[in-house]
Nanobody, 123 residues
């Protein structure tokens, strides 16, 4: 089991940018997936972006494609989410997650989670 710790959340005006980081403690295997999810008050948690550790293939929710970029630095056991052109509807708690031997865009398959970091976008 791995532990994940997110950082980088905060408050920003619409159109601004934030970069989230997630440090993963424990061994990352070549068949792992790392992902970012978000949950706004009163809404279900949704998968935002995912990346495969083996080939760095990435997947995105339609709502963020073209604005968000997921990346990884496996030497530092860290996954990032660069968020540009932020909108008020991007406001949520963002969670980092990992999964092993799953399809990375199978959002229901992730089983290790961080505590979350809050992102607030004002209009």
């Amino acid at each position: 089991q791995v532990q994940l710790v997110e950082s980088g959340g905060g408050s920003v005006q619409a159109g601004g940018s934030l970069r989230l980081s997630c440090v993963v403690s424990g061994y990352i295997y070549s068949n792992d997936c790392l992902a970012w999810f978000r949950q706004a008050p009163g809404k279900e948690r949704e998968g935002v972006a995912a990346i495969s550790t083996a080939y760095a293939n990435s997947w995105y929710a339609d709502s963020v494609r073209g604005r968000f970029t997921i990346s990884q630095d496996l030497a530092k056991n860290t996954v990032f989410l660069q968020m540009n052109s932020l909108k008020p509807e991007d406001s949520a708690t963002y969670y980092c997650a990992s999964g092993r031997r799953i399809r990375c865009n199978n959002w229901q398959a992730y089983n290790d989670w961080g505590q979350g970091t809050q992102v607030t976008v004002s209009s």
